[in-house]
T-cell receptor, first 113, second 115 residues
Framework: KNQVEQSPQSLIILEGKNCTLQ??????????LRWYKQDTGRGPVSLTI?????NTKSNGRYTATLDADTKQSSLHITASQLSDSASYIC????????????FGGGTRLMVKP | AAGVIQSPRHLIKEKRETATLKCYPI?????VYWYQQGPGQDPQFLIS???????DKGSIPDRFSAQQFSDYHSELNMSSLELGDSALYFC??????????????FGPGTRLTVL
């Protein structure tokens, strides 16, 4: 069964600090992995999308890594801002599943002043 | 840039009533997906359409139906509403083309409350 697990479930950090969110997946055959940011009650917004051959991808203060061998990904947020408070969802797409996605449970990040 | 549009943004219905949610994909996107997200839960895939034909079916109840029209907008029809149908309903769209990863772009969602 395709699964995506994220850790931690929730995280509180102070403004300006860095943090790293983890994602482990068992989706096979792997197509691509995406990180989404979802504000409460709003639609997920794509941060990065990586394929098998990509190890690192950055989008501003967000840097995602992918280790296809260990089936792990991380999302690193630098110099956090209050507006970074949201849920961060790791989503994996399998090659044989059309465009269906397997969602992780998300990490709820709260940035405090 | 144009995004996925959903309407209405909020909807309140009574049990056993019907509801219709609408989704307008990003221009030139050919695939539309519907997701249901309960409080504190992951989005659950319901159904998708490619070029106006159903392409995949997930955990969509028999009481729900959906279709994609000639202008590519999609509607999710929900009948005999139950309290458990209260959730956020997201629509996403993608373009099936080389090098696009078929990335799904999500709309803002419709919050359905069943009383």
């Amino acid at each position: 069964k395709n699964q995506v697990e994220q850790s931690p479930q929730s995280l509180i950090i102070l403004e300006g600090k860095n943090c790293t969110l983890q994602c482990n997946y068992t989706v096979s055959p792997f197509s691509n992995l995406r990180w989404y940011k979802q504000d409460t009650g709003r639609g997920p917004v794509s941060l990065t999308i990586m394929t098998f051959s990509e190890n690192t991808k950055s989008n501003g203060r967000y840097t995602a890594t992918l280790d296809a061998d260990t089936k792990q990904s991380s999302l690193h947020i630098t110099a956090s801002q209050l507006s970074d408070s949201a849920s961060y969802i790791c989503v994996v797409s399998a090659n044989n599943a059309g465009n269906m996605l397997t969602f992780g449970g998300g990490t709820r990040l709260m940035v405090k002043p | 840039a144009a995004g996925v549009i959903q309407s209405p943004r909020h909807l309140i219905k009574e049990k056993r009533e019907t509801a219709t949610l609408k989704c307008y994909p990003i221009p030139r996107h050919d695939t539309v997906y519907w997701y249901q997200q309960g409080p504190g839960q992951d989005p659950q895939f319901l159904i998708s359409f490619y070029e106006k034909m159903q392409s995949d079916k997930g955990s969509i109840p028999d009481r729900f139906s959906a279709q994609q029209f000639s202008d590519y907008h999609s509607e999710l029809n929900m009948s005999s509403l139950e309290l458990g149908d209260s959730a956020l309903y997201f629509c996403a769209s993608s373009f099936t083309g080389t090098g696009t990863y078929n990335e799904q772009f999500f709309g803002p969602g419709t919050r359905l409350t069943v009383l």
